[in-house]
């Protein structure tokens, strides 16, 4: 019977230490802070995003959110509702976009301000203040990086068909006849010199022919020009093209870049942090082993301790106290 009395108590204690905790961890997260909900609706994916993800203004945090769900009146916006403190510089110029965190996957909402208003944000068709949802930068340069390499693709390709072998032959060949031409131009000016200064008979001058001879060949030095021209303007064309598209490649701000600053912000603050968090959780692994191990050997242990419990009336080894004095007289 009293065995039973044990048990119960303990059973008891076990049920009121187990209260005392959850109302004491409902305690501690309870959210007392004054919010204000701000609304923002856009037409591109918020993949990552999920409901308490950080609320950053110029970095620092400011709130969370609290909702992601279609907008009603524009079924195929995503409306997202967000809790931001009032602390926090809100106004009708500043702008939400969509961050990582990392390469762990997760989004979170970066504000920003470009300063050129002072007044609150307008309400939305519920009243709710609504804020612009930006595209995420990185997400039009991904966007548009499979256009930007069709079109490097399609630049290297003309240059190689420039530079193919039936091509450098016919630009060869118009070099040659611009050659010629000019050769011929000289010749035909020393001619003309010579014709004017030796027959200075206008009997003698053959001006028509000479004429004839000159127009003959201006026009085919005009042809020759125009190829090398049109070759030239086509050239020019696609290495502009090409530079362009390595300059967005390579270029400050470019992909290249964005690409090595988001390596270099894992490296140093994500990795650190994901590995320390690892640890923690391990150790805390470890310790309720420990302690579920103990509880399933020894429940008495939360009453009792860890020590050796005396077997009590009935159980083998139990040893009845020695009477004293008195009690044995009777």
Not at 26 to 54: C, P
Not at 279 to 308: F, M, V
């Amino acid at each position: 019977m009293e065995n039973k009395a044990h048990a119960l108590a303990a059973g008891l204690f076990v049920l009121l230490v187990s209260a005392l905790l959850v109302a004491m961890a409902l305690w501690l997260t309870r959210d007392v802070t004054h919010t204000t909900n701000y609304e923002m609706t856009t037409a591109d994916g918020v993949t990552g995003l999920q409901v308490q993800a950080a609320v950053r203004y110029k970095g620092v945090a400011v709130g969370k959110v609290t909702d992601i769900a279609f907008d009603p009146r524009e079924h195929h916006n995503v409306l997202v509702t967000i809790a931001v403190s009032p602390q926090a510089p809100i106004t009708a110029s500043t702008f939400a976009t969509l961050a990582f965190q990392g390469v762990t996957g997760l989004s979170f909402i970066q504000l920003d301000d470009n300063g050129n208003s002072t007044q609150p944000p307008a309400p939305g068709p519920d009243g709710v203040p609504r804020i612009p949802l930006r595209p995420n930068p990185l997400g039009q340069i991904s966007d548009q990086a499979g256009a930007l390499i069709g079109k490097v693709d399609q630049a290297m390709d003309r240059l190689n068909e420039l530079l193919a072998p039936e091509n450098q032959a016919k630009l060869t060949q118009a070099l040659t006849e611009v050659g010629a031409a000019a050769a011929s131009a000289n010749q035909l000016a020393r001619t003309a010199d010579h014709t004017l200064r030796a027959q200075l008979d206008p009997a003698r001058a053959d001006l028509p022919g000479l004429i004839r001879q000159a127009s003959q060949t201006l026009k085919a030095t005009e042809g020759a020009a125009n190829d090398v021209r049109r070759t030239l303007t086509g050239v020019d064309a696609m290495v502009g093209d090409a530079r362009q598209g390595l300059t967005r490649l390579t270029g400050p701000g470019g992909v290249l870049e964005r690409a090595d600053e988001s390596a270099n912000t894992v490296n140093r603050t994500t990795l650190p942090k994901i590995q320390n968090l690892t640890e923690d959780a391990s150790r805390t692994i470890r310790r309720l082993d420990r302690i579920a191990n103990t509880l399933g050997e020894n429940p008495q242990a939360l009453l009792y301790g860890s020590g050796a419990i005396a077997p009590g009336p009935g159980e083998p080894g139990f040893v009845a106290p020695a009477a004293t004095g008195a009690g044995a007289s009777h």
